[in-house]
């Protein structure tokens, strides 16, 4: 019997628990009362970390993201920065990388900061082989973690995820419906949410009986030029339309069409991710998968608030992506 | 009598008298030996602030920055990050904004987190007024400031700076060769660096006789829309070049040009700053000034480095811009 078994019984957050425990003025004297009666009944002591978790705050979230370089992750490091600020929160910033060891790295110095909470930036952190993130687990029996579009069941494990899937899911089919039958698909890694987009591709090809080419499945480096010059140089391959899974991606597909002179949309539509400032910039201007990150962290941040307050939290909640029609598609 | 005279009296930075009074072993004994000798022959005492410099070290750098969803700045925070890492420090980010006030609370809060030195990313932390900054200073009586592309005067503050306004003196100069008298000026702020382009651009002009035209400079907001849709409502205003304090200027600035019809470069040029990823973009590609971000960051890391190793560091190093020649410019 430990804090988890209690925390469910009384069908309340582990923070509430702890909060019980710590006698907090947080919690309702109705909460209490039931959270120390199912206590007793089931002979639970509360060990030193769930006599801690309440104890200690430092008023502060630890923020992890692969490289916040990249503009996706930046905008959303930014966003959490600057709002959990108007909760009282500071913030503390690590850098992961993308390397297995440098994630558990990260997390293990990050633990060592009095974080009241863990924040997960981007698709890197969840799988769908939980067995690649038992050790992300074992952070979460010490404190709440938050995923942001990305997924991992467990135990004070929080995610709130873009619904990707169904958003390349619609505008496979939009192009298919256009009549555009060979679709390039552009992807840059097998991150949870690279791998639910491919998944809307694969579906949507499925449900209209077409067979997916493994050829038309391209995994390049994450840069413009990196992709036009894959594309240059697999000259026989042959699409009437791309879906990247970034706007770095699809701009690159851009600067590919314009160098072998054709014409976007009229010959090849193309669709990017994340309505990122490079769907802008380039020219035509990019139609583009908004996956509101903005709303992403807000979402994120409003569970982290009623967490820490002792309220329960789903532990998966899903966003709609939004496409930007802009002048790479005529539909 | 404090540790900063005696430092100065030493020839050696006030890290390596607390390493003195701390008897640290990463000081050679010589060295020891005359700083001892000068606080004899001084009477000084350690107080507990030169006691404890020496003391708890986390290995912990702090950044701060206004905004890490600005590109030019999540460039700097995500090599600062790695590369530090790589000599066994931590860090911990702070975004500030732009506001004097959240300036102050962000250094307020990072200081909290015992950290031994202070890393300030972009020009908006130096200023040509001093007293704008003076409680910078006495931060920097706690602990060494870096400012990275900003610049104030103060003990225990160094500057890592790029040459921006020679950049800007030398593109100016090239444009005036190539004929375009009508320069248009961009900026987006006032910060240390934006002060030293409209420099270069106004001693450019005026090297060559040209009065600077005050309608010609122009501070739209940092947004590629917000700066086509002002030159759209500018109508009467002609000009034949551009130069802009950033890439996402330069870009707003194309987008005006291909709005009106106007032909890049032969009627209109166009020079961005920062060669980010925007640049690569846009149509056509960007000539842009690289202030080579990296080395920056390098050259700030070495004097991180070398003076918590208990050496001294040039107080101002400023590094060279580099022009990348891209198809905006026929230059």
Request: net charge negative; proline share 3%.
């Amino acid at each position: 019997m430990n804090i988890y078994d209690i925390a469910r019984l009384a069908d309340v957050s582990i923070a509430t628990v702890s909060r019980v425990v710590n006698d907090s003025p947080k919690v309702s004297q109705q909460t209490k009362d039931k959270v120390l009666r199912i206590m007793a009944d089931n002979d639970y002591t509360p060990n030193a970390f769930a006599r801690g978790l309440g104890l200690g705050s430092m008023n502060t979230v630890g923020i992890i993201c692969p490289d916040v370089a990249d503009i996706y992750m930046a905008k959303a490091v930014s966003y959490l920065e600057k709002n959990l600020q108007g909760y009282g929160y500071d913030c503390i910033l690590y850098c992961s990388g993308y390397a297995e060891e440098g994630k558990r790295q990260a997390v293990e110095c990050i633990l060592k900061k009095q974080i009241d909470a863990l924040v997960m930036v981007g698709s890197d952190y969840g799988y769908d082989a939980p067995k690649q993130n038992g050790w992300l687990c074992s952070v979460a029996a010490r404190l709440p973690v938050f995923l942001i579009n990305g997924w991992l069941e467990g135990d004070n494990i929080y995610s709130v995820l873009a619904d990707d899937q169904q958003a390349v899911y619609d505008v496979t089919e939009e192009l298919l419906f256009a009549g555009r039958k060979e679709i390039l698909f552009l992807s840059n890694s097998h991150s949870y949410s690279a791998m639910r987009k491919l998944e809307g591709y694969g579906n949507a090809l499925k449900a209209h009986g077409i067979p997916i080419d493994q050829d038309r499945v391209l995994y390049p480096e994450n840069a413009v030029y990196a992709v036009r010059d894959l594309l240059l140089r697999k000259r026989g391959l042959h699409f009437d339309s791309v879906i990247a899974a970034t706007d770095e991606l699809a701009v690159g597909a851009l600067k590919y069409l314009r160098a072998r002179g054709l014409r976007v949309p009229d010959e090849v539509s193309v669709i990017g991710c994340n309505n990122s400032e490079l769907s802008i910039c380039c020219e035509p201007e990019l139609t583009t998968i908004d996956n509101r990150v903005e709303v992403l962290c807000k979402t994120t941040i409003d569970s982290i608030m009623t967490l820490l307050g002792g309220d329960t939290v789903k532990q998966k909640q899903t966003i709609k992506c939004h496409l930007v029609r802009r002048a790479t598609t005529d539909f």
